[in-house]
């Protein structure tokens, strides 16, 4: 069971830490409309791996096609990302020219989901990563381990993006509105980036 837990643990924490589309998204709402928006987006990215975890663990061919689906998977993100570029820049230039901060919108669970299914790395992770260590915890303790491996990768993976988002959104109140639009317009070039190397990627894939 310890082994389950490390795994768990280990995969969580390198899910929540690495630098991708869902922590650049976090960051953003965190920054521009504080903790719960925030919270709604990882909220929404912990259902789009929940929705990828039940067919890799019933279907693993499943998750296969839609791997070889890739190309396609990259172009809708390269799309949904150069749209969070350009709300982004909106919210920046909002911040910094106005201090006004933008609205709350209730679609930051939605854009979580979204950007983690528009996420060719998320379909990768779980062909390659997360479906073969959840077979090895069903291997060392059965359902059991399956179920500790489960909850303890979404409590990690979770939990740090929660950190991380309240501690970028209490800084607003000590960067002021021109340091949270200065935040935004560097989340707008990230949000440009990862769609140009998901167009790159999807092209020559």
Known sequence: MVEILWLGTLLGAGAALSVGPIFVTILNEAATRGFGAAFRVILGSATADAILLLPALAFAWLIAAMARAEVWIGLAGAVFFTVLAVQ??????????????????????????????????????????????????????????????????????????????????????????????????????????????????????
């Open 88 to 205: 982004a820049v909106r919210e920046a230039w909002r911040l910094w020219r106005e201090g006004q901060a933008p609205q709350a919108r209730g679609w930051a669970f939605w854009k979580g989901v979204t950007a983690n299914l528009a996420n060719p790395l998320t379909w990768t992770f779980w062909l390659a990563t997360g479906t073969p260590t959840i077979m090895r915890a069903q291997h060392l303790a059965g359902r059991t381990g399956m179920a500790v491996f489960t909850v303890t990768w979404f409590g990690v993976a979770s939990g740090l993006e929660a950190v991380i988002a309240l501690a970028v959104a209490r800084s607003g109140h000590r960067v002021g509105r021109r340091g949270q639009g200065a935040f935004t317009g560097l989340s707008a070039l990230l949000f440009a980036a990862l769609a140009g190397l998901m167009l790159v990627r999807a092209v020559s894939a």
